[in-house]
């Protein structure tokens, strides 16, 4: 079992949460998955944690009175849990200095556009009805912001004459289940350097 151990946070169907688990299973992740969080008791990604035998924590946050409260309950989850790194994945919900503050250099997020590019919700459809020819996939921090954390890294998609936001979505969601492992790999190798907003990916053999 690998010593490097995330966490995830996902809302919905959980198509990065199956690919981050698949790849802790192939060996090619080089972590292992330990907790989902999840803030709808209905969405498929909890059953898709349930199978793998991942830990889930399911809240519901009408039952508090501040997000505050139910993420400092989160975080004293991940904390004995020893989590190292905290990778949202679908996960609807703005997050406090609460949560960002306790993980920051370990808390990532990945989004369906080439950010600074249409952050916020429904960025493929932002990107069609924009009518631009190039669109793709970031992985950054969490900095507190609406996706304006430090870049990861970036995987272009072109947009196809006659691509609609169904289809457009298709092609994004598969490169996001490619580089979302990768770089979480990279993150349990010790090679992502963070400096100011400068992210450096060191090569395999300058491991730190």
């Known amino acids: 079992m690998p010593d490097f151990r995330i966490a995830v ?3 919905g169907q959980g198509g990065n949460f199956q690919a981050l688990v698949d790849a802790a299973e192939q060996g090619g992740l080089g972590a292992s998955v330990e907790l989902l969080v999840c803030d709808k008791a209905q969405a498929p990604v909890v059953q898709r944690a349930r199978k793998a035998g991942i830990d889930v924590h399911l809240f519901d946050p009408k039952q508090y009175s501040a997000r505050e409260e139910y993420e400092a309950e989160i975080v004293g989850i991940l904390q004995r849990k020893d989590i190292d790194l905290v990778v949202l994945a679908g996960y609807m919900r ?8 306790a993980y920051q250099g370990r808390l990532i997020n990945i989004h369906p556009s080439l950010l600074p590019a249409f952050p916020g919700k429904n960025a493929i459809g932002q ?11 970031t992985i950054h921090y969490v900095d507190g912001g609406m996706d304006t954390g430090p870049i990861i890294a970036q995987h ?13 979505a298709v092609s994004i969601h598969e490169i996001e289940q490619q580089l979302y492992p990768q770089v979480v790999s990279w993150f349990a190798q010790g090679r992502v350097k963070l400096e100011g907003r400068s992210v450096t990916v060191l090569e395999p053999e300058n491991k730190v």
Do not use: N, R, W
């Open 94 to 101: 703005l997050l406090t200095s609460t949560m960002v503050d």
């Open 9 to 11: 946070f996902a809302s």
């Open 127 to 137: 990107a069609l009805d924009y009518g631009v020819k190039v669109t793709g996939v």
């Open 156 to 168: 272009a998609v072109e947009i196809q004459s006659g691509d609609t936001q169904e289809s457009l």
